[in-house]
Every structure is written in C-alpha cells, then in structure tokens.
C-alpha cells in the first residue's frame, strides 16, 4: 500500500490539515493517510496543553467520513521526544511492505536540517512538501539540508528530487487554505465563531468540552 504519514500536534485540526491530506492522497495515489498527533513535539511547545488523548479524539471527530483517513496513536505509545525517524521506523516494522509518504510543510522542510537523524528519514520515507501561505520553495533542490544534497538528483519535468535510496522528494503548490491552530485558539478564547475553519463535530467538541476558553 502507498500510505501518507501527516503528523502535527492538531491543537486543533482544521479544515486545512484534512484538505492538504486530500490533495497528496489525490495527487500521489495514496491509498490512506495516517494522522499522527505529536505525544511531545520536539521542535515547538505545546500551547494550551491540551492532553495527547483529546487532540486525538479531536482528529477522530474529524476525519470519520473519509475512509481513506486514518488516525494513529503510535507517537503517544513511547516515551519522550516525538522524533519523526522513530515514527518511521517503528511504521516500517509494522507495515513492512507498505511505501510511505510523508507530508511537509514547505515551512518546516526550509528547516529539515535542525531535524533528529534527517539523513535517515530520506532513506526510509518520500516526502512530499506542501506549500504553505506565505512560504513557497523557488527552489527544492536549494531548500535541502545542504549536507544531503549530493545524494538527490534534480527531475526538472516533474519538479521532484530523486534520492540515491529510491526514495523521492515531491512538491505540492496548491494547497493555499490558510488556517492555522493558533487562530482558531485565539478565536475561541475571545469567544468568536471558528465555523468554517474546522469540522462541524470537532467546533462542537471543543465548545462542549470548553477546550482553549481558558488559555492564556
């Protein structure tokens, strides 16, 4: 199977994540993608700490109608860091036979080189660099880690990088939806509407539930 791996901390998800899922699903013939919720991200911290069981159940309000989607806990079954090579590795253990895809921000991916063990994840995974409002690539071959680069071959036509694994590096530039967890935080602590920015059943859980309402 060809499977996405899209990972975040979804504090919470919205309407943005679920569509970048749908376009690589689309674009790259994935049969399902993985949402994976970070237990302890290690690039950024936690704002509202809202616990790794309720960012879960938050993506499982929001993907129930899409059979492609599937939410995995796998990152909250291990003690510290959320490290992305672990993820990976303990994935390829369990889905042996499965080719994996793992979905970027073009934001994050300018910064791949401050990753834990980035060379490895190249060799274990392709990955597929969305672009994100205000954060375009001019140049993929330019934004790699610049210790990686002799390792990657540069397919114009397709503007994709082929690693010397196998594996490949593809760009996605039309998935524009800006929205962010942070606004929709903001918004429900000011007591204002996030319809339309998240999934119905996910905007009545946190009101329900008053997840943010708090958060300073």
């Not at 700490?49 to 938050?58: A, S, Y």
């Not at 492609?68 to 303990?90: C, M, N, P, V, W």
């Not at 071959?141 to 594996?167: I, K, M, T």
Request: with cysteine.
């Amino acid at each position: 199977m060809r499977v996405g791996i899209l990972g975040g901390t979804f504090n919470p998800i919205h309407l943005a994540h679920l569509r970048i899922a749908e376009e690589v699903r689309d674009c790259l013939g994935l049969d399902r993608v993985l949402f994976i919720p970070a237990a302890s991200p290690p690039h950024k911290p936690m704002h509202g700490e809202l616990p790794f069981d309720t960012r879960c159940e938050l993506v499982s309000l929001a993907i129930p109608d899409n059979e492609a989607f599937q939410l995995s806990r796998i990152e909250g079954e291990r003690a510290g860091k959320s490290y992305s090579i672990d993820t990976l590795r303990t994935l390829g253990a369990q889905m042996p036979g499965d080719e994996f895809f793992f979905i970027i921000g073009s934001d994050s991916f300018v910064e791949f080189g401050t990753w834990h063990e980035y060379r490895a994840i190249f060799e274990r995974t392709n990955i597929v660099v969305v672009e994100r409002p205000g954060a375009r690539v001019t140049s993929l071959f330019d934004a790699l880690p610049a210790g990686v680069r002799q390792d990657f071959v540069y397919d114009r036509a397709a503007n994709r990088l082929d690693h010397c694994s196998g594996r490949k590096v593809h760009y996605l530039g039309e998935c524009l939806l800006d929205i962010s967890s942070t606004r929709i935080r903001i918004l429900v602590r000011q007591g204002r509407s996030i319809r339309y920015l998240v999934p119905a059943a996910v905007e009545r859980y946190i009101i329900e539930q008053g997840l943010y309402a708090d958060e300073r």
